[in-house]
């Protein structure tokens, strides 16, 4: 398993369950917002967005986030064989358009 975090930290599967076991990093919150899964033979490829909040150490974490998992099967089971995501911006306002001048005449 390659892992790479929305802040661009990569880990492999030791150290990344290593964290959620001692606690280090803690999941909160997670909301699965969209899922597109497509399948390729022995392998399966899982994107969308997910509401996130995450602590790790003294850093809280709420994002919302775009992201790609890949699984493969082997040894006859689905296994997550590597995973990024990316954080997305912040919803903006929309944005209204002004109004035309009135017509002097």
Known sequence: LEYGHANGVV????????????G???YRELRAETL?????GDAVL?????AVRAES???VVAATL?????YAFR??????TAYQSAALPPPT?????????ADPR
């Open 11 to 22: 880990e492999g599967k030791a150290a990344f369950l290593g964290r959620l076991a001692s």
């Open 36 to 40: 597109d899964v497509r399948a390729l």
């Open 66 to 70: 775009r992201y790609l998992a890949v």
């Open 46 to 50: 899982a994107s969308g967005t997910t």
């Open 57 to 59: 150490g003294t850093n």
């Open 24 to 26: 280090a990093l803690r």
């Open 93 to 101: 306002a929309p944005v209204t358009p002004p109004k035309p001048a």
């Open 75 to 80: 040894d006859g089971r689905w296994q997550l």
